[in-house]
């Protein structure tokens, strides 16, 4: 294994022990409130007024900073870094107007977009929806300071300061639900919200730095400025139409009953678990080295590292999958069941992961293929793809729905993802003709032993296991394991170098 493989790897771990742990915290967050709260008509304002804005800013900012990661990498690379900086000192000029904006017309159709978040609400209860937007519409320009000034970072392969930001929201959290429960209620998770990005904003601001210093300047004397926003606008549109599916995921659910919005959050909290470790992280460090190899025209090394980076992704997320769907009602009762979430908040949240869990391959298939034709500046033909997985989101949301209610909303997400990635395999062709998705065909054959084993271990654990945290722990160890072990017998290239990798961090600690 090369040395820049083993770094690749080597950070991917360090940064993936580390989110755990903060991920760890997170459940403990998400299960205090779940105890406090349970899934109620009030938490599915909140949570419908939350992610509202969460997928405004998801649009908006990923757009920029998606492309600002791979243009900022060739700028201080040629240019060094005061160019670079430069360069970031215009968007946030140019940004945060754009974002005041945005906030005023957000303010302004305020009653018309609570009317489209939430069509089944009563006047009255929609009055109280138009409340939580008001409130929580600030969160929009916190996110763009605060996500600039982590793509930045993550250019700079520095990734440690950025990652915490789950740990301040998680214990800020906690903190509010334990004092102000009793004064404000569920507005206590707003006051949380804005507490903990204020503290995670400001250790940005001191570790970024070393890296970049603010400075008003010209927009004629940062050519790049135009390169971002030509590339980051195919991507916002990408973006805004993907965001769409969340907004029709959540006004389905409201129409649904009381507790399906809140339920379909806490699935996925749940599923983010999953995807903010073991996809995120890896595909954040990917995309930085895809870039590095697309600017030095190293084709080849990228194509190595993404089969190597889909190949390991498919031998992880194929029995996740196989153990959360089998143990969706012990995961949920573990996590959540306390307090007021009641044994109907268990049925309706597990429906729900069950219908995220399908789709955990295709979300770390798709994140690494995108990154892969990002490097190469193409963002209009994931834009264009994205138009047919969320028509096909949306369509199979509407269909389902009707039929298995929460389950299929979330099934429709799966739907959605698989179709996704499927068109951009195709469409990274354009960019590197040899890359055939046929070449992870012999990966996903030696899979199937090793699903059957896995399927068979937790049948055999929950036949004999009643207890809902040893069926689950049981289930994960003797079926995630006997599927490791298998797949290192067949001999797969990415497997021994996770194996490897581990066995050296190992020896290295003794």
């Known amino acids: 294994m090369s040395k820049q493989t083993k770094g690749i790897v080597g950070t991917t771990l360090v940064i993936t022990i580390l989110t755990l742990c903060f991920k760890a915290l997170g459940f403990v967050k998400q299960a205090v409130v779940a105890y406090y709260f349970g899934t109620t008509f009030e938490t599915d304002i909140y949570y419908v007024a939350f992610n509202f804005v969460g997928s405004l800013s998801s649009a908006f900012i990923r757009a920029i900073t998606i492309s600002l990661v791979s243009i900022y990498t060739h700028c201080l690379v040629q240019k060094g870094r005061d160019e670079a900086s430069k360069l970031l000192s215009a968007c946030l000029e140019l940004l945060v107007p754009i974002v005041l904006v945005v906030l005023l017309l957000a303010y302004m159709l305020t009653p018309q977009i609570a009317g489209i978040l939430a069509p089944s609400y009563s006047p009255e209860r929609s009055l109280i929806l138009q409340s939580y937007l008001k409130i929580c519409y600030p969160f929009f320009l916190f996110a763009v300071v605060t996500l600039v ?123 983010d678990f999953v995807c903010v470790i073991l996809v995120n992280n890896v595909v954040d460090v990917l995309y930085v080295n895809f870039s590095t190899y697309t600017t030095e025209g190293n084709f080849e090394k990228l194509i190595d590292t993404m089969r190597k980076a889909i190949n390991t992704m498919i031998c992880i997320m194929l029995p996740i999958t196989i153990v959360t769907c089998m143990c969706s009602k012990e995961i949920v009762t573990i996590a959540y069941a306390r307090g007021e979430f009641n044994a109907n908040s268990v049925a309706m949240t597990s429906a729900a992961l069950i219908g995220y869990a399908i789709g955990f391959t295709s979300s770390g298939v798709r994140d690494i293929i995108l990154r892969g034709l990002y490097s190469f500046k193409n963002t ?100 995630i394991g006997g599927y490791g072990l298998i797949l290192m017998a067949m001999k797969i290239e990415e497997v021994d170098i996770i194996k490897d990798k581990v066995f050296s961090r190992i020896k290295f600690n003794r």
Not at 217 to 232: H, M, N, Q, S, Y
Not at 244 to 257: A, E, F, P, Q, R
Not at 471 to 479: E, Q, R, Y
Request: proline share 3%.
């Open 380 to 479: 209009k033909g994931p834009m264009i793809t994205g138009f047919f997985a969320v028509g096909a989101n949306i369509i199979f949301s509407i269909i389902l729905s009707h039929f298995i209610g929460i389950l299929g909303i979330s099934i429709a997400s799966s739907i959605s993802l698989t179709v996704n990635f499927l068109i951009n395999s195709q469409m990274l062709k354009k960019h590197i003709p040899d890359y055939k998705f046929s070449v992870h065909l012999p990966v996903l054959l030696k899979q199937i032993p090793s699903v059957a084993f896995v399927i068979a271990a937790v049948f055999v654990v929950k036949h004999f296991v009643t207890s809902n945290l040893l069926t689950f722990l049981l289930s994960a160890i003797i079926g």
């Open 149 to 271: 000034w982590t793509s930045m970072m993550d250019a700079n392969k520095d990734f440690v300061v950025s990652r915490t930001e789950s740990a301040i929201t998680s214990i800020t959290t906690i903190l509010c639900c334990v004092i102000l429960y009793n004064v404000l209620a569920v507005s206590s998770l707003v006051v949380a919200q804005y507490i903990s990005y204020i503290i995670f904003g400001s250790l940005l601001l001191i570790r970024g730095r070393q890296y970049f210093k603010f400075g008003f300047v010209k927009f004629k004397d940062v050519p790049e400025i135009r390169t971002v926003l030509l590339t980051a606008l195919p991507l916002f549109i990408g973006n805004s139409v993907s965001q769409v599916n969340k907004i029709v995921d959540n006004s389905l659910s409201t129409g649904l009953g009381a507790g399906n919005a809140s339920a379909l959050n806490n699935a996925v909290v749940l599923e």
